[in-house]
């Protein structure tokens, strides 16, 4: 099972709601990205946890809140969202065992419209 | 930092032909390695091809292959054959080695049309 699965698909959200977005993978990995990618633009990290640890953030504001409860489930909480942060938000794997820079597998992304 | 360039915004290519989408890149590091990812529209990322910066040989995946040039830090994608499930944009990337996650630099993309 390759498979990066996220939830939801869509997302539709007032300034002031309170969402959140949900990546699983059953691949074993280890590592797990969120990315936030514009049309036609290249993602662009937002974080990484390593072993359930958050280990980069990319200077990426307080009102996303990532979590990782288990090595297999990640989240990204969203509080007062403004309409910029609307875009595809996607989710990857990737093994981590030590010193290569291991293939990301993506999911298939949440698209976030901000209203 | 490194920086990684893909020189064509946009690029078509006849089904059945083959085409060569570009990537350049800038570093200083001696151990990375450099991918391809495709995303064809509306669906999701998936991995094309990865090189090691170590190995010297051209990695392939079946119509799929890259000319990697290290001294002159060039990691072009040739596609043979092409059929119209090619239509996407296509992110060549680069990644450390020393860590094995970690942030993947990429570059702006090239949209890749295949025509009947």
């Known amino acids: 099972d390759t498979e990066v699965t996220q939830t939801p698909k869509h997302l539709v959200m007032g300034m002031t709601n309170k969402k959140s977005l949900k990546c699983e993978q059953h691949?074993?990995?280890?590592?797990m990205y969120w990315y936030k990618q514009k049309a036609k633009k290249p993602p662009e990290l937002m974080f990484v946890?390593?072993?359930?640890?958050?280990?980069i953030n990319e200077s990426v504001p307080s009102r996303f809140s990532p979590e990782c409860p288990n090595s297999s489930l990640l989240n990204l909480h969203l509080h007062a969202l403004q309409p910029e942060d609307s875009a595809l938000y996607l989710c990857?794997?990737?093994?981590?065992?030590?010193?290569?820079?291991?293939?990301?597998?993506f999911g298939p992304g949440t698209r976030l419209l901000v209203l | 930092a490194q920086t990684v360039t893909q020189s064509q915004p946009e690029m078509s290519v006849q089904e059945a032909e083959t085409v060569t989408l570009s990537c350049t890149y800038d570093?200083?590091?001696?151990?990375?390695?450099l991918f391809w990812y495709k995303q064809p529209p509306s669906r999701q990322m998936i991995l094309v091809i990865r090189?090691?910066?170590?190995?010297?040989q051209n990695a392939t995946e079946n119509r799929f292959s890259v000319n990697f040039q290290k001294a002159a830090k060039s990691f072009s994608l040739k596609i043979s054959d092409s059929q119209l499930g090619d239509t996407a944009m296509y992110f060549c990337?680069?990644?450390?080695?020393?860590?094995?996650?970690?942030?993947?630099?990429f570059g702006q993309g090239t949209i890749l049309t295949v025509h009947p």
């Open positions: 990337a680069f990644g450390r080695g020393g860590t094995s996650y970690g942030k993947l630099t």
């Open positions: 090189q090691e910066a170590y190995k010297q």
């Open positions: 570093t200083s590091e001696n151990n990375y390695y």
């Open positions: 990857a794997s990737s093994q981590d065992r030590g010193q290569e820079a291991e293939t990301q597998y």
């Open positions: 691949m074993g990995h280890r590592a």
């Open positions: 946890y390593s072993y359930e640890k958050l280990s």
